[in-house]
């Protein structure tokens, strides 16, 4: 006997969009919105007249420089991580070969 579903389960198909997009036209209405939006928003806006230390400098330079060093630095350890294992391969090969032959037991 086919069990029967319940209304909850069933899936509805809704009539497909033009070119296969589903609300294209909200997409297409929003970027121009926002831009709108953000352009209303910053046009009162008055340059700022303010003193800025060095101390906050000094801080934006340091985080800078720390941020390009984490990157470097995590780019190095990728690109180095499989040389260092090649040449650990490559000593312990020939540290193998080097032994002197055990003496059989007799």
């Known amino acids: ?4 579903s ?3 389960c069933e899936t509805r198909s809704w009539p497909a969009a033009p070119h296969g997009r589903r609300n294209s036209w909200i997409r297409r209405a929003s970027v121009p919105a926002l831009v709108l939006l953000v352009g ?8 700022a007249e303010a003193y800025i230390g060095p101390g906050a400098g000094l ?6 420089i ?4 984490a990157v ?3 780019i190095g350890v990728v690109v ?3 040389i260092r294992r090649m040449i650990r391969k490559a000593r312990a ?14």
């Open 59 to 64: 801080g934006a330079i340091g985080a800078f």
């Open 1 to 4: 006997m086919r069990p029967t």
């Open 80 to 82: 180095l991580w499989p």
């Open 40 to 47: 209303l928003l910053l046009a009162p806006a008055s340059p």
């Open 6 to 8: 319940s209304p909850s």
């Open 66 to 69: 720390g941020l390009v060093g």
């Open 93 to 106: 090969g020939n540290a193998a070969a080097r032994q002197p032959a055990r003496p059989e037991d007799t």
């Open 72 to 74: 470097l630095l995590a």
